[in-house]
């Protein structure tokens, strides 16, 4: 059995020598143009190029969540595609949400703002019953999100495709509950797979629904930048129709710096940072998957294993 990995922006150098620790007596190199066939590879972003050169590929491991840049290749037909499922990623993404949410909520960036003028100055406390969470995407990130911030207390709602439920979160599902999802909701986080369905879905019309149309919304998007169609978002925040967004992905990676997100004083921005691949919990869930794979498992019941239809 080979393996090969092919990581844009990644050094792969670790990963091959995780690989080969996690699975002796496997050949497992770094893809170079004109090296033989693999069997399996891990992959981050490959370019057409490479998946040309893999005829027999059976597996190909994702080391991150979403497979939007997979799925625009083309795969020999017998090719599976296999995902992260979770390996660390939902804890730093609850992190992040709740980190954002609290930061709005309990005002504290006014606060650091008056304790850099030694100003001593208390706010009123706001009511958390004002400000229901909804969360977008409830899989192995977004359920996560939804538990975690249900935890402060905070009223959550979870949209789903097909209903999930879960203890604790008013349940949503499908196209024909949006409508009733947004105007339920008055934070606003995106933890949806980029599929033709999801692409866009924060547009004009849709954040004009949020908080039943009342100003004050808010947006965390910690999805993919294409959900977001970024040329509607200033002028609802300077309406004071939104209040604020935090956002960590952007339709161009990175942010060009003259974007006006950078600098818009509503608008906090992350370099893509809100839940890193864990190289070591990565490697531990891929190097199991090809070792059921190689003893008979099928690709199907794999965790992360994805719907090339479906798009997730
Ligand atoms: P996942 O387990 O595949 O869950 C996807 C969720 O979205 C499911 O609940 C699914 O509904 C729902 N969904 C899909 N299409 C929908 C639609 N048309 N309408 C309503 N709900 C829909 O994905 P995940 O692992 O939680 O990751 C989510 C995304 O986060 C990834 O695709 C990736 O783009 C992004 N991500 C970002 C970062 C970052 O650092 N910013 C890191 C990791 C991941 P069902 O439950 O009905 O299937
Ligand atoms: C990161 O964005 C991921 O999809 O894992």
């Given amino acids: 059995m080979r393996i090969t990995v092919c990581?844009?922006?990644?050094?792969?150098?670790?990963?091959?020598?995780?690989?080969?620790?996690?699975?002796?007596?496997?050949?497992?190199?770094?893809?170079?143009?004109?090296?033989?066939?693999?069997?399996?590879?891990?992959?981050?972003?490959?370019?057409?190029?490479?998946?040309?050169?893999?005829?027999?590929?059976?597996?190909?491991?994702?080391?991150?969540?979403?497979?939007?840049?997979?799925?625009?290749?083309?795969?020999?037909?017998q090719t599976r595609i296999v995902r992260l499922d979770d390996a660390g990623m939902s804890v730093q993404m609850a992190e992040y949400v709740c980190h954002a949410l609290i930061r709005?909520?309990?005002?504290?960036?006014?606060?650091?703002?008056?304790?850099?003028?030694?100003?001593?100055?208390?706010?009123?406390?706001?009511?958390?019953?004002?400000?229901?969470?909804?969360?977008?995407?409830?899989g192995a990130l977004g359920e996560r999100v939804a538990r975690t911030v249900a935890q402060f207390d905070f009223p959550v709602n979870g949209w789903s495709r097909t209903p999930k439920p879960i203890d604790g979160i008013r349940g949503f599902a499908g196209a024909e509950n949006f409508d009733a999802f947004l105007a339920a909701s008055r934070v606003l986080v995106c933890l949806l797979p980029l599929t033709p369905d999801t692409r866009g879905i924060m547009r004009h019309e849709t954040l004009m629904k949020l908080h039943g149309g009342r100003p004050g919304g808010y947006v965390i998007n910690v999805a993919r930048g294409a959900h977001l169609v970024e040329a509607d978002l200033i002028p609802l925040l300077d309406a004071g129709q939104l209040a604020g967004a935090a956002l960590d992905v952007f339709e161009t990676e990175p942010?060009?710096?003259?974007?006006?997100?950078?600098?818009?004083?509503?608008?906090?921005?992350?370099?893509?940072?809100?839940?890193?691949?864990?190289?070591?919990?990565?490697?531990?869930?891929?190097?199991?998957?090809?070792?059921?794979?190689?003893?008979?498992?099928?690709?199907?019941?794999?965790?992360?294993?994805v719907d090339a239809r479906r798009g997730y």
């Fill in 104 to 138: 709005h909520f309990r005002e504290f960036d006014g606060y650091a703002a008056d304790a850099r003028e030694a100003r001593w100055g208390y706010r009123k406390p706001l009511s958390r019953r004002d400000f229901p969470v909804g969360v977008m995407g409830l």
């Fill in 7 to 77: 990581l844009t922006d990644t050094r792969p150098e670790a990963w091959v020598s995780g690989l080969r620790a996690a699975l002796p007596g496997v050949e497992v190199d770094v893809w170079a143009p004109g090296a033989p066939p693999a069997d399996h590879a891990v992959v981050w972003a490959p370019p057409q190029a490479f998946i040309d050169q893999q005829p027999a590929l059976r597996g190909l491991f994702n080391i991150g969540a979403g497979v939007d840049a997979l799925l625009r290749l083309a795969l020999p037909p």
């Fill in 255 to 305: 942010l060009p710096p003259a974007h006006p997100f950078w600098r818009h004083p509503k608008i906090e921005v992350t370099p893509h940072a809100s839940a890193r691949t864990l190289r070591e919990e990565s490697i531990a869930q891929i190097a199991g998957k090809i070792r059921a794979v190689e003893a008979g498992a099928g690709f199907d019941t794999l965790a992360g294993v």
